[in-house]
């Protein structure tokens, strides 16, 4: 078992930044890849990025690409997504998320374990 723990949501104005942190805990020895997905009010939860456990590789959404960084901590038991450029449309509930094994990535059914999530609004 894993247990994510999803940190750094706020309020901010459009343009601003943020930064989310992940933790993770638990049966952290193996080699999980970790992400992030988001769902705001009314819609499904959509993908935002990935990392793969050795950190080299990552993916990011169309929507946020170039503007959100994704990155593993120096212990790889953390996850970042540094979120710059930020607009209202990124306003959701942001969840990590972690897999052992890494198939279509964008897609929830390929995540076994979640965060509790934690809220980002970005103010017009």
């Known amino acids: 078992q894993v247990q994510l723990v999803e940190s750094g949501g706020g309020l901010v104005q459009a343009g601003g930044s943020l930064r989310l942190s992940c933790a993770a805990s638990?049966?952290?020895?193996?080699?999980?890849?970790m992400g992030w997905f988001r769902q705001a009010p009314g819609k499904e939860r959509e993908f935002v990025a990935v990392?793969?456990?050795?950190?080299?590789?990552?993916y990011y959404a169309d929507s946020v690409k170039g503007r959100f960084t994704i990155s593993r901590g120096n212990t790889k038991n953390t996850v970042y997504l540094q979120m710059d450029s930020l607009k209202p449309e990124d306003t959701a509930v942001y969840y990590c998320?972690?897999?052992?094994?890494?198939?279509?990535?964008?897609?929830?059914?390929?995540?076994?374990?979640w965060g509790q999530g934690t809220q980002v609004t970005v103010s017009s």
């Open positions: 638990g049966q952290t020895n193996s080699s999980y890849n």
């Open positions: 990392v793969r456990w050795s950190g080299v590789s990552t």
């Open positions: 998320a972690a897999t052992a094994r890494l198939g279509d990535y964008d897609r929830t059914r390929s995540w076994g374990y």
